[in-house]
């Protein structure tokens, strides 16, 4: 079935770090592809989002390219700020089911 | 604003009581969800709503009810509830046939459901 897989947290960095958070799918045609943040105490907003391959989805300094070949989605940003830790949830819009699967979430921590 | 509000924030329930969490959304949307969030695990859609009318029922037990009495609104009844049921409880909407097209889902910032 379809499937996201994303890396475990939590992602420890200080405040102006290069930020990767790996994300893999497993997916029968070809969805479209999400990005979520959830901030404390928050629901969950969409970042970005890419719907066919070779797509760059980017937002508030952060990027994801749609990668057919890897079947990835990584999630990068080239200088965090303290104000980016929050949980990040990659996800994926299966079209044959219309449903939408999320991964895990991968914990992000940036200090000053 | 979220556009997506949720009341109550947080909910502290013995398993004998019955409670309800409520959702509005005031996008104009037409599709709503009920989500369970727990810790270390992914997202488990409980619920969707389409036009009011109920389109997706992912398994959940009947301890479990929700109700749709209009396009805005959205209700989950609670009632002899476990502790393991204990978790963050969002509600999201969507634009159109859910999921369709991938259209992005709105959030409220959720309940946190704590059973006793």
């Known amino acids: 079935g379809n499937s996201v897989t994303q890396m475990e947290g939590p992602v420890t960095l200080s405040e102006e770090a290069f930020l990767t958070i790996n994300c893999t799918y497993t997916a029968t045609g070809y969805p479209s592809l999400f990005w979520y943040v959830q901030y404390p105490g928050e629901g969950l907003q969409l970042l970005l989002k890419?719907?066919?391959?070779?797509d760059k989805g980017s937002n508030k300094g952060f990027e994801a390219t749609y990668r057919k070949e890897t079947t990835s989605f990584h999630l990068e940003k080239g200088s965090v700020q303290v104000s980016d830790s929050a949980v990040y949830f990659c996800?994926?819009?299966?079209?044959?089911?219309?449903?939408?699967?999320f991964g895990t979430g991968t914990r992000l921590q940036v200090f000053p | 604003e979220t556009g997506v509000t949720q009341t109550p924030r947080h909910l502290v329930m013995g398993m004998t009581n019955k409670k309800s969490l409520k959702c509005e959304q005031h996008l104009g949307h037409n599709a709503m969800y009920w989500y369970k969030q727990s810790a270390k695990k992914p997202l488990e859609l409980m619920f969707v709503y389409s036009l009011e009318e109920r389109v997706e029922n992912n398994s959940v037990p009947s301890r479990f009810s929700p109700e749709c009495p209009n396009s805005s609104h959205l209700f989950l009844h609670l009632h002899t509830l476990q502790p393991e049921d204990s978790a963050l409880y969002l509600c999201?909407?969507?634009?159109?046939?859910?999921f369709g097209g991938g259209s992005p889902l709105h959030f409220g910032n959720g309940t946190r459901l704590t059973v006793t």
């Open positions: 999201a909407s969507s634009q159109g046939r859910p």
């Open positions: 890419a719907t066919k391959a070779d």
């Open positions: 996800a994926l819009s299966d079209h044959s089911t219309d449903k939408l699967i």
